[in-house]
């Protein structure tokens, strides 16, 4: 069935370092790709979204581009903050949300 | 802030106890989700209505029970509920049921601790 693996955490990461968070998916068709962040005590909001390969979504300084030929989601981002700590969830669309594990970044100053 | 508005924020309830968790939303989605997350983990689907009509029930226990009022509401009933039921409850809604092109949006959630 269709499902996303991505990095296990915990990440933790200096301020202003480089961020790479690890998606991957298994897709009968084409789904759509997205990123979610929580923080905590609050819902899954929408950070960014691709609907078909190599598109690139972006949003606050993060970026992931849909690699079809690697299967593919990574979510980057160039310098983190410490309003940055949150866990991450991948997450893909064919006919209902499926969401991977989760990773949990906590940036510290 | 979020679109999507549950209330209430926290619940505590006793295992014989009946309450209802709300969620509204106003942005004209016709799709909405009942999603479970206990810690640490991801969120797991529930309940799906399309176009106010249940579309998808994930094997859900009967202690919980799903109700869609009109496009911009939905309820979910507990009764009898266990321990392990204890989570946190996300409503989400989605402009269409299925497809490629629909992200969720979700509210904040009902954290619910059942005792």
């Known amino acids: 069935g269709d499902s996303v693996t991505q990095m296990e955490g915990p990440v933790t990461l200096s301020e202003e370092a480089f961020l790479t968070i690890n998606c991957t998916y298994t897709?009968?068709?084409?789904?759509?790709l997205f990123w979610y962040v929580q923080y905590p005590g609050e819902g899954l909001q929408l950070l960014l979204k691709?609907?078909?390969?190599?598109d690139k979504g972006s949003n606050k300084g993060f970026e992931a581009t849909y690699r079809k030929e690697t299967t593919s989601f990574h979510l980057e981002k160039g310098s983190v903050q410490v309003s940055d700590s949150a866990v991450y969830f991948c997450?893909?669309?064919?006919?209902?949300?499926?969401f991977g594990a989760g990773t949990r970044l906590t940036v510290k100053p | 802030d979020t679109e999507v508005t549950q209330t209430p924020k926290h619940l505590v309830m006793g295992m014989t106890n009946k309450k209802s968790l709300k969620c509204e939303q106003h942005?004209?989605?016709?799709?909405m989700y009942w999603y479970k997350q206990k810690a640490k983990k991801p969120p797991e689907l529930m309940f799906v209505?399309?176009?106010?009509?249940?579309?998808i029930n994930e094997s859900v226990p009967s202690r919980f029970s799903p109700e869609c009022p009109n496009s911009s509401l939905l309820n979910l009933h507990l009764h009898a509920l266990q321990p392990e039921d204890s989570a946190l409850y996300l409503c989400?809604?989605?402009?269409?049921?299925?497809?490629?092109?629909?992200?969720?949006?979700f509210g904040n959630g009902t954290r619910l601790t059942v005792t």
């Open positions: 989400a809604s989605s402009r269409s049921g299925t497809g490629v092109n629909s992200p969720l949006h």
């Open positions: 897709a009968t068709g084409y789904p759509s």
């Open positions: 691709a609907t078909k390969a190599d």
């Open positions: 997450a893909l669309i064919i006919n209902d949300m499926r």
């Open positions: 942005m004209g989605h016709r799709a």
């Open positions: 209505y399309s176009y106010e009509k249940l579309s």
